[in-house]
């Protein structure tokens, strides 16, 4: 595996790869990897012929008071199990290699950026399309692998190439699960002992609220009632948001049709954890 920290560098081994007729994915990350990240891997091992992992922590998609300076980092650990993956290329840029001296370009996604995750960390996905944009630019991959727990940002990313005309795939992979239901999460080693333990009460409740959706219940405030209640149960739980959007878009709904994505968000202590299910009303 080729670790790289200039974006020259990546960019001239990926021409090399598409002259041979290579397809090339790209799974960006912020490092901490867990069994999560290494899925995305995998798909992305399936999808393309040669796969670029990048690492970077990336400032700009934190607010202040977030988490930013005690974000987990465990950087010879994800080398070592990315080369066991059989990844071709780490990418591993300083800040300034994305952010020169002089950078001052911003990429906004507007609507589907307002609501759910959006509306609790201002400017938080302008640096995430901002960061995915320069990433795409360096590597220029035929596609790029997110994940389904991170719902809002996989359709903004997806916006974002389809309104600029990026001409890259994006590749969804579905979440993650702890045996007891807990989507895996680079924020979950903030949990203490009892905040863990009751920290898998999430997905019993979207669980819940599909076995619900599948009866026939199809009025989206019922739904929502129904994982409140089963959220608070665990007394640790602090609900931040419970919501029914439109999966693409990420307009509220009232009704649930056909599909939608029920996603929250809810604090452990300080640790914020999210979570969605796709709703089906159709009983699949
Ligand atoms: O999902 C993440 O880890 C980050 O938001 C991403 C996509 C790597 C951009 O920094």
Redesign the pocket.
Known sequence: MEILHYGKDVAELVKGWKALDLAVALV???GALHDGHMRLVEKALEEADRVVVSI?L?PV?FNRGEDLDKYPRTPDEDLRKLEKAGVHCAFVPGIREIYPPGFSTKVTVSGLTEGLCGKYRPGHFDG?TT??AILFGIVSPHVAVFGMK?AQ?LAVVRRMVRDLRMGIGIVPCETVREPDGLAMSSRNAYLDREERAQAPVIYKALLAAREAVKAGVGDADAVKKLVEEKISTADLAGIQYVEVVDPDTMERLETIESTALLAVAVYFGDTRLIDNMILDASGD
């Open positions: 960006p990350t912020m970077f990336n998609q995430v960061v995915c991170d940002q």
